[in-house]
């Protein structure tokens, strides 16, 4: 049973350009959730999908920053004109309910702005 | 007051040694709670759930105080493999249906040989 599986592993950007990082859950999954992890910091929330729905977007940043989870494919990050300060680890993780539920993590995407 | 504390450590632990580790949330309406376990900034992998009762996972044990709010993890007979960063999470399940985890910045345990 495949875990959550994201892509790119790492990613360059240049500054304003867009990146866009896919997260697919694990089989059976449809709670997707994405967070940050900024260099020496901890890994904050940022938006929870569910299938063709955003159910709580309160850790996105309010400009630049979307998120989709289409009813075919995978969910998207997608972080429009780049700046230095978007460099971090995304990681996605996913549930196979809400509530009390752990999540599991995908391995992440290393985004690096230049 | 930071939503959920831990001592960053590092906590340096001879092999065999018990060590434990506290952790701090700030909201009493949390609802689950969780610690996982983050390598060299790879992707979190969950340790275990906390449970209100206590629980147990072989060297590894997880107690819950929700009038103190705060929750533990024991390690016992502490391996070198168990070095790590250790993550105490929380469900702080804010009003609506919030799911996203909140997370500690991770104590991070060096067991040396």
């Known amino acids: 049973n495949a875990g959550v599986m994201q892509n790119p592993r790492h990613l360059v950007r240049r500054r304003g350009q867009e990146a866009r990082l896919r997260c697919s859950p694990m089989k059976g999954h449809s709670h997707v959730y994405w967070y940050r992890q900024l260099p020496e910091e901890g890994l904050k929330f940022m938006v929870y999908l569910q299938k063709e729905n955003i159910i709580d977007e309160s850790g996105m940043p309010k400009e630049r920053f979307s998120a989709e989870f289409p009813k075919e494919g995978p969910s998207i990050l997608r972080i429009q004109q780049v700046v230095r300060g978007d460099s971090a680890a995304y990681f996605c993780a996913s549930s196979p309910f809400s509530g009390n539920q752990p999540q599991h993590f995908g391995d992440g995407t290393r985004l690096s702005i230049l | 007051r930071k939503e959920v504390e831990q001592d960053p450590g590092p906590f340096n632990v001879p092999e065999g040694a018990t060590v434990a580790f506290n952790c701090t949330y700030s909201n009493s309406a949390s609802q689950s709670f969780f610690w996982y376990r983050q390598d060299c900034r790879k992707e979190p992998k969950l340790l275990m759930s906390?449970?209100?009762s206590g629980n147990e996972d072989g060297r590894f044990t997880a107690q819950l105080n929700r009038a103190s709010q705060y929750i533990s993890l024991l390690i016992r007979d502490s391996k070198l493999s168990d070095s790590a960063t250790y993550l105490c999470v929380v469900n702080m399940k804010s009003g609506g249906g919030a799911d996203g985890l909140t997370f500690g910045k991770g104590t991070h345990l060096i067991i040396q040989p």
């Open positions: 906390v449970y209100s």
